[in-house]
C-alpha cells in the first residue's frame, strides 16, 4: 500500500510523541503536515523535526490522507464544523481525545472513516500500549493499514469504545501516578550513598520484577504483597487507596461520554 500523507491538527505533546516515535522507527509518508494555533509549538517542532510542513489553518490538515484530531474534548466540536466541509470522501479521521465519541463526530463529519486512538506517552520510546476503536464503516483493509502504522508507537489493538475512557485513566494516565515517586526514591537514594547511575539501575531492575511478580507469578496480590515483611509505608496505604478512588472516579465522570 503507498504511502499516505498525514495532517494534524493540535501540535501539542501528543503530536510531539507520534513524531518522535515515527523518527526513532524512521517511518516514510508523503508528508507531515501540522496545524496548531500557538505559534510558538510550532515553532519549536519545527526545530525539533524539520521534516514538517507547518500549515496556517486547520482546514489545510484536514485535507490530508489521515487526519489526526489532537485536541482537548472541549475544543472539539466547534473545530470539526469548522473543517466538515474540507474533509475527503476517503479520508481517515483519528481522534486522540477522550469523552467526543464516534457517534458525536460522525453526525458533522461526512465520512465513515473515523477511529478513536487513547494514545500512551510510552509510545515517544516506541513501548505504547494503545487502544483504538473504529467505526462501523471502516473496511477490514482500512483497519489493517491504521493498525500497522499505529503499531510503530507500540501495541496497539482494537477495543470496544466504551472501554476507551477507563483505558485513558488505567494505562494513559498511570505513568503519571508513579514516576514522581521513584525519581524521589532516586533522590533519596544518592542520600544513602549510591551514585545517580546505580539508583536508576535498581529502580528499574526491581520495578519490572515487581510487576512480573505481581502478574507473571500466579500468585494472588495477598501473596505478593506479603512477601516482603517490612513496609515503611504501611500506614499510609489507606490514605493513598482512598486518594486514587476518590481522585480517578471523580476525573471518570468527567471524561467519560
Known sequence: MKT??????????????FLQAFVNKKAIFDSISIFDTNQESLRTLKLDFPFIQILTSASGAARKDIVFLALHPPVIMETLEKIKTEVKEQ??????????????????LPIRQIARLIPNATSVINHG????????????????YILEMLNLLGHTFETSEEKLEAYAIISSMLPTYFWFQWNSLENIGTQFGLSEAECRECIYETMNAALNTMYRSRMSPAEVMDLIPVKPISEYEGQIKAIYQEKLMGLWEKIKP
Open 91 to 108: 479520508t481517515i479521521f483519528i481522534s486522540l481525545a477522550p469523552k467526543i465519541t464516534i457517534e458525536k463526530m460522525t453526525a458533522i
Open 129 to 144: 500500549y494503545n487502544p483504538v476503536s473504529f467505526a462501523s464503516g471502516m473496511s477490514e483493509i482500512q483497519k489493517w
Open 4 to 17: 499516505k500523507s498525514l495532517g494534524f491538527i493540535g501540535g501539542g505533546r501528543i503530536t510531539r510523541i
